[in-house]
T-cell receptor, first 110, second 116 residues
Framework: GESVGLHLPTLSVQEGDNSIINCAYS??????FIWYKQESGKGPQFIID?????DKRQGQRVTVLLNKTVKHLSLQIAATQPGDSAVYFC?????????FGSGTKLNVKP | DAGITQSPRHKVTETGTPVTLRCHQT?????MYWYRQDPGHGLRLIHYSYGVKDTDKGEVSDGYSVSRSKTEDFLLTLESATSSQTSVYFC???????????????FGQGTRLTVV
């Protein structure tokens, strides 16, 4: 089976600081990766994605980095805001199925 | 939000009873998925569908069955509910095309199921 894991289960940051959430994936054949944000009582929401032929992709305040050599994915959130407090999941896609890690909880301190 | 509706949103049932959860989409996406979410386990794939009447097992399929008779509906059935199936269940949809390639999965709001 697939295995996608996160290094830090809980991350606390000060409002305004940058946040970095890390993820390791196991299947080198996975060709598509996604970061999701999940707020309490809601379904996961798409944040940003990256294809395996890319190393970096930027969105609004978020950047995803992909290192295929060590099978590592990271999500960077710039100028973290209280509204960023949530659980973040990385996912890898393989043969049209999505496999998720256990998530990292981000706490933003005012 | 993607047009995904899960029903019911909450359900309490007794051990041994059958339960069916419904996922309805209005996006005409080919792929549909059922996940369960438990503390410490993240989202685990139960079953998925790659077309009408085309389904396959996921990581944790024991005790669950699915059916997809129409593109828009994907049903998850617990034939005889057990306490270990107490969880939050999420439906997701996805599309993959020659023009867009891989795309993300969109999730419903979830169904909280309690088996007592």
């Amino acid at each position: 089976g697939e295995s996608v894991g996160l290094h830090l289960p809980t991350l606390s940051v000060q409002e305004g600081d940058n946040s970095i959430i890390n993820c390791a994936y196991s299947n080198s054949a996975s060709d598509y990766f996604i970061w999701y944000k999940q707020e309490s009582g809601k379904g996961p929401q798409f944040i940003i994605d990256i294809r395996s032929n890319m190393d970096k992709r930027q969105g609004q305040r978020v950047t995803v980095l992909l290192n295929k050599t060590v099978k590592h994915l990271s999500l960077q959130i710039a100028a973290t805001q209280p509204g960023d407090s949530a659980v973040y999941f990385c996912a890898e896609k393989h043969f049209n199925k999505f496999y998720f890690g256990s998530g990292t909880k981000l706490n933003v301190k005012p | 939000d993607a047009g995904i509706t899960q029903s019911p949103r909450h359900k309490v049932t007794e051990t041994g009873t059958p339960v069916t959860l419904r996922c309805h989409q209005t996006e005409n996406h080919r792929y549909m998925y059922w996940y369960r979410q438990d503390p410490g386990h993240g989202l685990r794939l139960i079953h998925y569908s790659y077309g009408v009447k085309d389904t396959d097992k996921g990581e944790v399929s024991d005790g669950y069955s699915v059916s997809r008779s129409k593109t828009e509906d994907f049903l998850l059935t617990l034939e005889s509910a057990t306490s270990s199936q107490t969880s939050v269940y999420f439906c997701a949809i996805s599309e993959s095309s020659l023009t867009r390639g891989n795309t993300e999965a969109f999730f419903g709001q979830g169904t909280r199921l309690t088996v007592v």
